[in-house]
Every structure is written in structure tokens, then in C-alpha cells.
């Protein structure tokens, strides 16, 4: 069983920053791929950012890309979004997530693979 606490939402405005901060317990994220999705209201969840379970590769979508880095700290059974220069479009409860990978250097995108899920933090970006 794997227990995931995000941390780190807010109200910022547009053009600001926020760092989301995920704390694993009950398994370490070295053993997971880990990832952050957001969902806006009538929206489906979608991967925002992902991270392979060794840690070699990444994913972002087009719309973060350039702007979010995803990144761990395996001392602290942490995973952070770092999110520059953000947008109104941004605004959504953001969820850290990890999934079961039997391949190191696989990244997980989709919400159906997930096998433990966070409760969310709420990110408003006000224009």
C-alpha cells in the first residue's frame, strides 16, 4: 500500500509559480513510476508530467511543456512540480499519482495504469 500527500497549491496570478511537493509512504518512489495529473472541473484527468521509475525519463505534455519540471528527491520519498509562468488554463486540482512498472525506464501517462492515487491540491491561476 502506498499513501501519497500533495502539498503545495495555492491562488497565484498568471505569470506566477508554484512547486507541488508529493510525499510518498508505504513504498518508495525509486519503486514506482510517479507522475502528476491535474482535472479541471467537467474536465477528465490527464497527465500533466510523469517520471520513469529510475528516474532516466520524462514526459510532459504539450501544454507544460517547458514551463513544469517534475523531479525526486529518493532521500525524502518525494516528488515535486516545479510550475513557472503559469496560465488561467492551469487552474485544476493537481494528483500526484504512482503506478506499478515492471520497466525502469517506462514512463506511465495513462490514468488507467495508475494503481495509487493522492487527494489532490487545488491550483487557481487568476488572470
Known amino acids: 500500500q502506498v499513501q501519497l500527500v500533495e502539498s503545495g497549491g495555492g491562488l497565484v496570478q498568471a505569470g506566477g509559480s508554484l512547486r507541488l511537493s508529493c510525499a510518498a509512504s508505504g513504498r518508495t518512489i525509486s519503486t514506482s513510476a510517479m507522475g502528476w495529473f491535474r482535472q479541471a472541473p467537467g474536465k477528465d484527468r490527464d497527465v500533466v508530467a510523469a517520471?520513469?521509475?529510475?528516474?532516466?525519463?520524462?514526459y510532459y505534455s504539450e501544454s507544460v511543456k517547458g514551463r513544469f519540471t517534475i523531479s525526486r528527491d529518493i532521500a525524502k520519498n518525494t516528488v515535486f512540480l516545479q510550475m513557472n509562468s503559469l496560465k488561467p488554463e492551469d487552474t485544476a486540482v493537481y494528483y500526484c499519482?504512482?503506478?506499478?512498472?515492471?520497466?525502469?525506464?517506462?514512463?506511465?501517462?495513462?490514468?488507467?495504469?495508475?494503481?495509487?492515487w493522492g487527494r489532490g491540491t487545488q491550483v487557481t491561476v487568476s488572470s
Open positions: 499519482a504512482a503506478a506499478a512498472s515492471p520497466f525502469g525506464s517506462v514512463v506511465v501517462t495513462a490514468p488507467q495504469r495508475i494503481n495509487y
Open positions: 517520471i520513469s521509475r529510475n528516474g532516466d525519463n520524462t
